[in-house]
């Protein structure tokens, strides 16, 4: 199985910055799409951003275009989450995960996630 480990987590100043990373062990993200996830207290797992590990371009929601930017390290074997001009909604557990299947917004369309890292916008 593969398994997920993010990092990067932190405490932040609203407009700040942090660059999550998700590593894989297990196997490579070879054949994956691999996504960020996030989620707050009381709230769902909310879709942040995905990619296709091989090829192709990235998708993001509406709340953190131009803001935020999923890339892939192919020698580290990571995906990373690159994050500007944060705001104190953005505070979450952030989650890594792959589906083999097509790239969603959808938490269930995702076979494996990590364990999450807290991110926190203080105002």
């Known amino acids: 199985q593969v398994q997920l480990v993010e990092s990067g987590g932190g405490l932040v100043q609203a407009g700040g910055s942090l660059r999550l990373s998700c590593a894989a062990s297990?196997?490579?993200?070879?054949?994956?799409?691999v996504g960020w996830f996030r989620q707050a207290p009381g709230k769902e797992r909310e879709f942040v951003a995905v990619?296709?590990?091989?090829?192709?371009?990235?998708n993001y929601a509406d709340s953190v275009k131009g803001r935020f930017a999923i890339s892939r390290d192919h020698a580290k074997n990571t995906v990373n989450l690159q994050m500007n001009s944060l705001k104190p909604e953005d505070t979450a557990v952030y989650y890594c995960?792959?589906?083999?299947?097509?790239?969603?917004?959808?938490?269930?369309?995702?076979?494996?996630w990590g364990q999450g890292t807290q991110v926190t916008v203080s105002s």
């Open positions: 297990g196997r490579t993200f070879s054949g994956y799409a």
């Open positions: 995960a792959v589906t083999s299947r097509i790239a969603t917004p959808r938490p269930g369309n995702y076979d494996f």
């Open positions: 990619i296709r590990w091989s090829h192709g371009s990235p």
